[in-house]
């Protein structure tokens, strides 16, 4: 069976810099992964080829079988391969709900619009509350519910999630981890970067370690919880 999204032997780098070497890995369609590793060793990177944000230098990146390299970062997403980066990047003179609408209108079905944004109130009634308040007046963390939002209002067939909880308070970070567990079966398929890793081998269905730009291990994600190598990867022994 030909996998929803797959990265075959995947290079890439900035000038004269090899960030990967040599990427490999599937994600089936119902699943989700996670991307575990140190920080800098091309987890973002990674992200970002897949998004069409960032060229690789050789291999493929397939999408139901079709090669996404030529495509432009639009095209991909409206592929439905959609990626909320690493910080909220917002307009913080938009509204929350212009904002949404804003993320709705990269979906080609605008009749799921409003489901949609139904379903994101839902998983975020915070951003209800606030959905005539400035984007730029929200807390860290209801800007990081906001990016979600954006993402899944796009309509994705593939959800990739670099970071979400990166620098928000414990309580915050629990709210958002419930969410995302909650998205895991509402989508197609999940892409989850963090670096809680308790978080990411809870949400997910199999794991890869990145480090120096290669996977340099791969399981499932409830045995993953018990590897020593990935705790020693986490507490800098290796």
């Not at 951003?127 to 209801?142: F, N, P």
């Not at 899944?152 to 928000?168: H, K, N, Q, S, Y």
Request: charged residues 20%; positive net charge; aromatic residues 4%.
């Amino acid at each position: 069976m030909t996998a929803m999204l797959s990265v075959e032997g995947l290079h890439a780098g900035y000038g004269r810099s090899s960030v990967l070497r040599g990427i490999d890995l599937h994600l089936d369609e119902g699943e989700a992964i996670g991307l575990l590793g140190p920080n800098g060793h091309g987890k973002t990177t990674l992200l970002r080829c897949v998004s069409g944000l960032h060229r690789p230098t050789a291999g493929d990146i397939r999408f139901q079988g079709a090669s996404l390299l030529p495509l432009s970062p639009r095209a991909v997403l409206r592929r439905g391969v959609v990626q909320v980066p690493q910080g909220s990047r917002l307009f913080p003179r938009m509204t929350v709900a212009d904002c949404l609408r804003l993320g709705g209108a990269a979906n080609p079905d605008r009749s799921a619009r409003r489901p949609l944004l139904d379903e994101v109130f839902g998983l975020f009634p915070k951003l209800q509350q606030r959905s005539a308040q400035l984007a730029g007046t929200l807390s860290g963390g209801e800007r990081q519910m906001l990016s979600i939002g954006i993402g899944l209002m796009a309509g994705p067939r593939v959800l990739i999630l670099d970071e979400p909880t990166l620098g928000l308070a414990p309580k915050v970070k629990h709210e958002l981890a419930d969410a995302i567990r909650q998205l895991r079966g509402r989508l197609e398929a999940l892409v989850l970067v963090d670096g809680d890793m308790d978080l990411v081998l809870r949400a997910t269905d199999r794991f890869y370690v990145v480090e120096s730009g290669q996977v340099v291990q791969t399981g499932d994600s409830v045995a993953g919880a018990d590897s020593a190598r990935m705790m020693s990867l986490f507490l800098g022994d290796v």
